[in-house]
């Protein structure tokens, strides 16, 4: 059996998934594999399928899997998994890190003392406490996600398709009635043709007034060129992202928009979450060899 290992995976893998069978990073020997390990990068299209006539399952380390082809690898009998219950506090993390910094102003600060200015006057601080998160996705991330923000004191609210309670935050019944209650917005949807797009200029319109959107889901989430003028026009205090529409992201009008906070896709790349994530993927691999 041969696994490739397509994408950035924590180093002791290889390793343990020797006892399975041969292990390579060489993409050249597609035609060969059994079971290949993807991420974000690698693209499990119809004619990457195409090209792997051996292939019997696909791995992907993290929760989406809008770079599989579903369809196709079903019509292949190519078995498809994810690893969404590794991944939960690494993005959690990341989109309270981004939360934080956005309305305390980390990223001007840091950047102007390095020029040799003093903005202190320049950078008004905003607390979390007291304030209203809006979760967009109450899933596994999402919850992770409200359970911090109620630490810090902040009212947690958010909405789900099939959620209708948690502990964790008040659920309400539509996107809409969710953001315009938020002092910030936090995306946790997967990408599928209903979220496509789904923050555009008309939910942007129904946004508080200097309301903080945050998105750790998916980049296409989102109608890039619509967040620049809701930031331009003072609608949105601030925007950050962790996702892009491409991995790296080109010639995004992001760039030139005023109060945001860039990083490159990051949310899952904890050491702790990729050692979570081996776990999980050995445990799939050994079940499909003793089937075989």
């Not at 994530?277 to 050995?282: A, L, M, S, T």
């Amino acid at each position: 059996m041969l696994i490739l290992i397509s994408d950035a995976f924590d180093d002791s893998l290889p390793g343990i998934l020797s006892q399975y069978g041969e292990v390579t990073d060489d993409k050249g020997r597609i035609a060969e594999t059994d079971i290949v390990l993807i991420r974000s990068k690698t693209k499990v299209t119809k004619e990457y399928i195409d090209a792997a006539p051996n292939l019997k399952m696909v791995i992907r380390g993290g929760v989406g899997l809008d770079n599989v082809d579903l369809v196709y690898a079903k019509e292949k009998g190519i078995a498809v998994h994810n690893t969404p219950e590794a991944s939960s506090a690494a993005v959690a993390e990341m989109a309270f890190a981004l939360m934080i910094a956005l309305p305390n102003h980390i990223t001007k600060g840091d950047a102007s003392m390095r020029e040799g200015k003093w903005i202190k006057k320049e950078l008004k601080r905003t607390e979390l406490a007291g304030k209203t998160l809006g979760i967009l996705g109450l899933g596994r991330i999402g919850l992770a996600l409200a359970k911090r923000a109620k630490l810090f004191g902040m009212r947690t609210i958010g909405w789900h398709p099939d959620v209708y309670f948690t502990d964790w935050a008040e659920i309400i019944p539509t996107m809409e009635e969710t953001v315009a209650q938020s002092d910030f917005v936090s995306l946790h949807m997967p990408l599928i043709p209903q979220t496509k797009g789904i923050i555009n200029k008309d939910m942007l319109a129904k946004f508080k007034d200097g309301a903080y959107l945050i998105n750790t889901g998916r980049g296409k989430c989102v109608i890039e060129e619509d967040i620049v003028e809701a930031l331009k026009s003072g609608k949105l205090a601030g925007f950050a992202t962790d996702v892009w529409y491409s991995d790296p992201p080109e010639n995004s009008p992001l760039f030139d928009a005023p109060n945001t906070i860039f990083a490159p896709h990051i949310g899952a790349s904890t050491e702790e979450n990729m050692k979570r994530i081996g776990v999980i993927i050995e445990r799939l691999v050994s079940d499909f060899a003793a089937k075989q």
